[in-house]
């Protein structure tokens, strides 16, 4: 009976601490930040480069992390997209959906970057930082977009086969496919470099 409650004591603990040991992101943070800098920006009308938004990415992250995007949780474990919180997803949906994500994961990232290297810029140009910036959110629409439509379209009622059917069906986020196709250009650069 002893080493029956140890074993519970245990597991309890091991699963507390597993639970401690995933880090919370959201959408609504990163955008939020950067709002408020922005606001902040036109208080003052000056730039302390110190207090630039930090660019992130939200999946493509080391260690486990619950990521929430207009109140759906995504998983994820070393970079990878490993499900949705309380849904039971087949292989085929988790990837398609991951794919999705991966892609306005990367250019939320790379706007945020393009804004803030415009502002440590010398020459800086305050139109570019606009249009980066308005990427950036619209690019975090997109993703509150792509996950609302994907949990009210899995949450229906639907056989296995037909949820993967219409996932895949899930219409394909408004990007700039071409500055897209750039970053992935410049990441093959890159790998090439490094690689020599």
């Not at 970079?79 to 949705?84: L, P, S, W, Y």
């Not at 249009?131 to 009622?157: E, G, H, I, P, W």
């Amino acid at each position: 009976m002893k080493t029956a409650l140890k074993i519970m004591v245990l597991s309890l603990l091991m699963i507390n601490a597993k639970a401690q040991s995933v880090k919370q992101l959201s959408v609504e943070l990163l955008s939020t930040t950067r709002a408020d800098f922005n606001k902040k920006l036109m208080k003052l009308d000056s730039v302390n480069l110190s207090d630039l938004p930090p660019s992130v990415y939200l999946f493509s992250r080391d260690g486990k992390h619950e990521v929430n995007i207009g109140g759906v949780t995504v998983l994820t474990d070393q970079k990878v997209i490993t499900g949705i919180k309380d849904m039971n997803l087949s292989e085929e949906s988790l990837k398609n959906i991951s794919d999705r994500l991966k892609v306005l994961d990367k250019l939320q990232k790379a706007y945020s970057e393009a804004s803030n290297d415009e502002y440590r810029s010398n020459k800086r140009n305050k139109n570019n930082i606009v249009f980066y910036d308005r990427r950036f959110f619209v690019v975090l629409n997109a993703m509150k977009a792509t996950l609302k439509d994907f949990k009210k379209m899995y949450s229906a009622s639907q056989d296995d086969k037909t949820k993967t059917m219409s996932v895949a069906a899930i219409r394909n986020p408004n990007v700039d496919w071409k500055f897209y196709s750039h970053l992935i250009e410049v990441e093959q650069e890159k790998i090439t470099a490094l690689t020599k």
